[in-house]
């Protein structure tokens, strides 16, 4: 059963000409949970995002979000969703308050310079929210992608790939704002390619292969799929990425994240 | 519903009204190329090209503020392909904002931009001796045509916008209408073209629209042209309208 926020997808089909990119894909997500799929590239992981966002039709099966079937409550579907695409999608030209007003407009709010404002601050952006979104670095965007996804607090969210192409730095930065919305009982749908990334945020794994879902289930069920542990002894070396943090003075509390 | 449309086009149009702010270089570069035809003409060739009684810079105008639309809505479509192609498109697709409200933003945002670049145009004009009887009448018959005219020209500039690959498919469509006004009434009367140009120039929409304008601002009456050039504007702007929502549509399903 999925409770009101949650995502429940069932036999979904989808295929471009002859090209069949999903091949019956079953996946619920429950209500406030963080939910990743894994995927390699071109496994159809934006396709299921696009088609739980009502941007594609699918061929076959059902989606619901929120309890709103995707296709024929598109609308209401509209209402509690929200997508950062695998793109930063931002208006170059407006500054970056200016981003944040405009959505809020169009998401009816009632006080849009307010919220913008609070946004500003709590992703750290208040420095850089008078300049061009065109001048801002790939961290920068991406933050602001997401502030602008969280306007409206909608009940679901789809990150897709949010952190491909980013710097170690910013890549730490979405994780805590990622935790921080679950913490707030968002419904999460995070894409990814990167092993580390599910392991870090997600409450569970589903790994789309070849149409379908192959594995779903939380890291610890994941891992009895694989045989027992077996028990070596390794000199622990730091990763290339501890020593990059480390020699560009990242702060300690996020250093701890990384493993 | 209706009240949603409205709100969310207001939004977005105010949206693409400051992207023109904070770039008049394209309203510039919209008025550029029909300002240089007009100097050209008027000084270089004009003196060889008899037009009547008339002055060639009264003459010439009419289809120089059509060449001025024509080449104002690869801005459009310009404007509308950054959107599709950035992101921007889909982001607003997935939030709860009334479906046409985002090409009647952008559409109502070229109405303003090519106005204002048909104002400077007329300025330069009047700058060069250009001189009407039109009362505010007359004037604001022409503006209805004009107004047609870009919402036609705009409707169907909205095609390539969403459908285009590249930023040249998006600008390569409007050269054909850039060049049109070459083959009609615009530059020199028909009457000396041979008789198969004759009939293309006589038979196409420009001749009967800058022949109505000519008309307007001598402060003649216009007779049955003015008649033909509306049905035009408005047929074109029928049919655009419907292929570029029928765009939309396949684009957003």
Partial sequence: ?259 | MTTHVVHDTDVLLRRSLRHILRSPDTIITTAVTPIAMLLLFVYVFGSAIDVGSDSYVNYLLPGILLITVASGIAYTAFRLFTDVSGGVFERFQSMPIARPAFLWGHVLTSVVANLTSLVIVVIVALLMGFRTGAGVLAWLAVLGIMVLFTLALTWLAVIPGLTAKSVDGVSGFSYPLIFLPFVSSAFVPTEGMPAPVRWFAEHQPVTPIVNTIRDLFAGQPVGGEGVIAVAWCVGLLLVAYALAMRTYRRKIT
């Fill in chain 1, 1 to 259: 059963m999925t409770t009101p926020a949650g995502i429940e997808i069932v036999g979904l089909t989808k295929a471009y000409g002859d090209h069949a990119v999903l091949e019956g894909v079953d996946l619920v997500v429950s209500a406030g949970t963080i939910h990743a799929l894994l995927g390699s590239n071109g496994a159809g992981k934006t396709t299921v995002v696009k088609i739980l966002s009502t941007l594609l039709r699918p061929d076959g099966g059902s989606a619901a979000v929120a309890g709103h079937d995707v296709v024929t409550a598109a609308a209401r579907v509209r209402e509690s969703i929200s997508l950062t695409g695998q793109f930063a999608a931002v208006d170059e030209i407006l500054t970056g308050r200016e981003n944040l007003v405009l959505i809020a407009e169009l998401r009816r709010i009632a006080d849009p310079g307010g919220v913008a404002d609070a946004l500003l601050t709590r992703f750290d952006l208040t420095g850089v929210a008078g300049q061009r979104v065109a001048t801002y670095s790939g961290g920068l965007r991406r933050r602001l992608d997401i502030a602008m996804s969280l306007i409206g607090e909608p009940p679901v969210l789809f990150l897709d790939e949010p952190t491909t192409g980013l710097d170690p730095q910013s890549r730490l930065e979405v994780w805590k704002t990622v935790r921080e919305l679950a913490g707030h009982g968002t419904t999460v749908l995070l894409t990814t390619q990167y092993l580390d990334e599910a392991e870090q945020l997600a409450d569970r794994i589903a790994v789309l292969h070849d149409g379908r879902i192959i594995a779903d289930g939380t890291l610890a069920e994941l891992k009895q799929l694989l045989p027992p542990t077996t028990v070596e002894y390794v000199e622990k070396q730091p990763s290339l990425e501890d020593i990059f943090l480390a020699i560009v003075g990242h702060d300690g509390a996020a250093t701890k994240e990384t493993r």
